[in-house]
């Protein structure tokens, strides 16, 4: 896209839809049933259409919430949770820098 021109951080869709917008719906699930747990009733009330997801684990999001800290550093949902998400990642295995480039800190 951004060769064509086109900023995917700043495209919004017939409905106003954005990444920034996904990202931080998701982010609800890093916050209330955390990386890798199941989603559950109890844990994920809070979130939107938590029950399409029960019984589902939370995983990937944590390159989401990173690449969304870096993007939308004034998104306090998002970036709440930046520091878990970095954590997360680091743990265990090798922070892939062509994926991630450098971190905003």
Known sequence: MHNAGID????????KQSIEMATQYYACYGKCVGFEK????DNARACPDY???????????????VMGGYRFPENAP?????A???????HGQAIDA????????
């Open 84 to 90: 878990s998400a970095k954590e997360h990642l680091a």
């Open 51 to 65: 029950q399409q997801y029960m019984g589902q684990i939370v995983n990937g999001l944590e390159t989401d919430i």
């Open 98 to 105: 062509i994926r991630f480039g450098r971190w905003r800190d």
């Open 38 to 41: 199941t989603v559950t009733a």
């Open 78 to 82: 998002i970036t709440s949770l930046e």
């Open 8 to 15: 995917a951080y700043d495209y919004r869709g017939a409905h």
